[in-house]
C-alpha cells in the first residue's frame, strides 16, 4: 500500500501563497488518483481538489477554484497544491488522500497523510 506525507504547511497573510506538497512512498504514486481534502476546527473534512493518475482533469471545491492549482510529478512520487490569494477561510488542516479510482467524497479514499496545518491571518 502507498504511505503518504504531507508539507509545506504554515502560516501566511492573507493574499499570500503556499504550496504544499504530498510525497508517497510504498508504491508508485502513478497508480493512484489523488485528493486535497481540509478540515478546520469545529467543522467537517471537505474536499479541495483531486486529480487522476495521468495528471489530467484536475477538479476543485467552487471555494478554491481559481486560487488553487493542483498537479503532480508521477516522476518524484508527489503532488502539489499551489494556494494562491489565500483567504482567512482557507486555515485549515490539510490532508492528501490517494485511490485507485478518482472520487470526491472523503470516505471514497482508503490512503491518508497525517496533515499539514495552513493558517491565514486577516
Known amino acids: 500500500q502507498v504511505q503518504l506525507v504531507e508539507s509545506g504547511g504554515g502560516l501566511v497573510q492573507a493574499g499570500g501563497s503556499l504550496r504544499l506538497s504530498c510525497a508517497a512512498s510504498g508504491r508508485a504514486l502513478s497508480s493512484y488518483a489523488v485528493a486535497w481534502f481540509r478540515q478546520a476546527p469545529g467543522k467537517e473534512r471537505e474536499f479541495v481538489a483531486s486529480?487522476?493518475?495521468?495528471?489530467?482533469?484536475?477538479f476543485y471545491a467552487d471555494s478554491v477554484k481559481g486560487r488553487f492549482t493542483i498537479s503532480r510529478d508521477n516522476a518524484k512520487n508527489t503532488v502539489y497544491l499551489q494556494m494562491n490569494s489565500l483567504k482567512p477561510e482557507d486555515t485549515a488542516l490539510y490532508y492528501c488522500a490517494a485511490n485507485h479510482y478518482l472520487g470526491y467524497m472523503d470516505w471514497e479514499y482508503d490512503y491518508w497523510g497525517q496533515g499539514t496545518q495552513v493558517t491565514v491571518s486577516s
Open positions: 486529480i487522476n493518475w495521468s495528471n489530467t482533469n484536475p
